[in-house]
Nanobody
Framework: HVQLVESGGGLVQPGGSLRLSCAAS????????MAWFRQVPGKKREGVAA???????SYIDSVKGRFTISLDENDNTLYLQMNSLRPEDTAMYYC???????????????????????RGQGTQVTVS
């Protein structure tokens, strides 16, 4: 059983940066499909970025060139570096993990939130 704990959220001005962390315990993340999701109250939760066990990475169009997802195997932590933040990036951000089986492919749009076995409690990002 994998436990995920997010941190790093906060209040930042437009154009600023934040780095979110998702610390994992209970298993190593090497063999998992990992993703960051975000949700604004009243809106559907959306996948932001995903990284597969072969380190294939995908992003939604609105964050390409601004956000970077990465996995540090040494400290078993998933990161999301967010630069050039915009007010529309304001949301609760969650990390999630599911065992990587190869199908469906691990991309930001192919595996919905409910199909991730392990999910964190979220960290709030406010850009204002």
């Amino acid at each position: 059983h994998v436990q995920l704990v997010e941190s790093g959220g906060g209040l930042v001005q437009p154009g600023g940066s934040l780095r979110l962390s998702c610390a994992a315990s209970g298993d190593t993340l090497n063999n998992y499909c990992m993703a960051w999701f975000r949700q604004v109250p009243g809106k559907k939760r959306e996948g932001v970025a995903a990284i597969d066990d072969d380190r294939t990475i995908s992003y939604i169009d609105s964050v390409k060139g601004r956000f970077t997802i990465s996995l540090d195997e040494n400290d078993n932590t998933l990161y999301l570096q967010m630069n050039s933040l915009r007010p529309e990036d304001t949301a609760m951000y969650y990390c999630a993990a599911v065992g990587s089986s190869g199908w469906p492919p691990c991309t930001v749009s192919t595996i919905p939130w409910d199909e991730y076995n392990f999910r964190g409690q979220g960290t709030q990002v406010t850009v204002s």
